[in-house]
């Protein structure tokens, strides 16, 4: 069978989609907190194949290529600005191997751009130098045959529309998302509702967000856009517990530490005792389908048992399907009828 393109899977059903990567790399062991620079695309290619894997496998449809800030500005500030483009290659060329893997139909690969933290909407020449690192980045995307380009996380719109447009001067299809501060506007005042209406009459594909905020803070925002975007729309929340008072993950508190923190916020490295559980993640994910949102997944915390949640959430069997809990055999648990009964009895007390 062909690989259908997004647009066609968009058409015909909702698109699962893995990201946060930037996360999960610092949690094996792989990537510095604080710095956050994909550099494990050049020194550990097998190890970033692994996650694009068990994402896949856990029922991702496309394979983010990890170039999240990997662009110019910031390969700059740690110094290694000559492994600017082999690092965006690499990243793209690993993420096609492992798509075609998949045992049913390829996944699709897709390229990443996101925010610069340099653009500033009083200066002119930051939104060129944007457009620029964007220019590029998505040149070699184009070079190396990406299906798409998600162009993520950007809390400034005039950005995000800068990032658009350069995405379509390669030709490819867009998938821009947005991260709503705790402001709960987009810093340069537009609202998340607005921005995207505009992006996706400018023609992006699937327009939406992604980053920052949980589902309870993120979602009351994806319905408004669901109202005012005619076109397709995506929302892939952080895994975390934020709250109305506290809706991102940048100033999220645990109330229940027991230690000074290196860092006056749990983020980002304090932030495991605030996840949400994988029920929570997948009742989220049933209701984002339920009210039309067509490109549904998980950023920053999220894992691979999470993300399989979520695609069975919306009724699909993942490659790792045959792995999902079922604890019938479960020595306390279970109900299976050989199992001893004075374990089950003992499970109250176990
Ligand atoms: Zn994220």
Known sequence: MGKRSLEQRLNEGTVVVAEGYLFEMERRGYLQAGSFVPEVALEHPEVLKQVYRDYMNAGSDVVLAFTYNAHREKMRIIGKEHLHEPLNR?????????????PTEEALVAGNISNTNIFDPEDADSA???????????TWCKEEGVDFINGETFYYH???????EEIQKQGLPAVVTL????????RDGYTVEESCKILSEKGALVVGMNCFRGPNTMQPYLKGIRNEVEGYVGGLP??????EEHPTFFNLPDGGCSCSLPTETTFPTSLDPLYHNRYEIAGWAKEAKDIGINY????????PAMIRAVAEAIEYETINSKYSPDMEKHFLFGKDKTLKGHNLNYSKKA
């Open 90 to 102: 690499s990243a793209i060329r690993l993420a096609k191997e492992v798509a075609k893997e998949h």
């Open 158 to 164: 005039e950005e995000a529309v800068i990032a658009l």
């Open 128 to 138: 060129e130098e944007v457009r620029s690192i964007f220019a590029e980045m998505a």
């Open 238 to 243: 952080i895994p975390y517990r934020t709250t």
């Open 179 to 186: 991260g709503l501060m705790g402001e709960n506007i987009l």
């Open 296 to 303: 549904i997944g998980l950023c920053c915390g999220a894992s």
